[in-house]
């Protein structure tokens, strides 16, 4: 029986998550939870499921799957598609996929969540906390804050996926990201 505190963790592809739910499988049993409707084409986000599928089997934690509602982030975003990259549409992006997670968390009873998003060189540990401990607070539950880019967090993520053969994006998710950064 695992007597460690449960956490969940928001998951947004699978070389990122083999670094970090290792990470924090030292002190926490991990969920992991893949709700990403940000990730476009549709094939793309089926790709990256699977391949963090692969990632949960290896370090053997549970991963549950949110719906796929690419419309309605379509809708949400629509207005900052222009922004560049790190400008308010990923801010939206962010607290949108927060969001759903505190809520999922709050429905699991599992008083503590996460995300990984904070490993990558793109995104920011201070927006991502904020944005976290928001979420948290609506829906009652604790955010782990971090930054898990620290410690050379990421180099080490591209190397652990690079031994186990994963598929690695060249873009963030959206069809917006797919242009030149
Ligand atoms: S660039 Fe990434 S974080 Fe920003 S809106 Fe697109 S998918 Fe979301």
């Given at each position: 029986?695992?007597?460690?505190a449960?956490?969940?963790?928001?998951?947004?592809?699978?070389?990122?998550?083999?670094?970090?739910?290792?990470?924090?499988?030292?002190?926490?049993?991990?969920?992991?939870?893949?709700?990403?409707?940000?990730?476009?084409?549709?094939?793309?986000?089926?790709?990256?499921?699977?391949?963090?599928?692969?990632?949960?089997?290896?370090?053997?934690?549970?991963?549950?799957?949110?719906?796929?509602?690419?419309?309605?982030?379509?809708?949400l975003?629509?207005?900052?598609?222009?922004?560049?990259?790190?400008?308010?549409?990923?801010?939206?992006?962010?607290?949108?996929?927060?969001?759903?997670?505190?809520e999922?968390?709050?429905?699991?009873?599992?008083?503590?969540?996460t995300?990984?998003?904070?490993i990558?060189?793109?995104?920011?540990?201070a927006?991502?906390?904020?944005?976290?401990?928001?979420?948290?607070?609506?829906?009652?539950?604790e955010?782990?804050?971090a930054?898990?880019?620290?410690?050379?967090?990421?180099?080490?993520?591209?190397?652990?996926?690079?031994?186990?053969g994963?598929?690695?994006?060249?873009?963030?998710?959206?069809?917006?990201?797919?242009r030149?950064?």
């Open positions: 029986m695992n007597d460690k449960k956490i969940l963790a928001h998951l947004c592809c699978a070389p990122d998550a083999l670094y970090v739910v290792g990470l924090l499988q030292a002190d926490y049993e991990v969920v992991g939870y893949f709700y990403n409707p940000n990730i476009h084409p549709e094939s793309e986000y089926l790709l990256r499921l699977e391949e963090t599928r692969k990632v949960a089997q290896h370090l053997g934690f549970q991963l549950l799957k949110g719906p796929y509602e690419a419309d309605y982030w379509f809708k975003t629509e207005k900052f598609k222009s922004e560049p990259e790190r400008g308010r549409r990923c801010h939206i992006c962010y607290a949108w996929r927060l969001d759903k997670t505190a999922k968390a709050r429905q699991l009873n599992i008083p503590l969540f995300t990984i998003m904070s990558s060189p793109w995104k920011s540990a927006v991502l906390n904020k944005i976290g401990r928001m979420a948290g607070e609506k829906y009652k539950v955010y782990l804050e930054d898990f880019k620290k410690k050379d967090g990421f180099k080490k993520s591209v190397l652990l996926s690079r031994q186990l994963l598929y690695r994006q060249d873009y963030c998710g959206c069809l917006y990201s797919l030149p950064r």
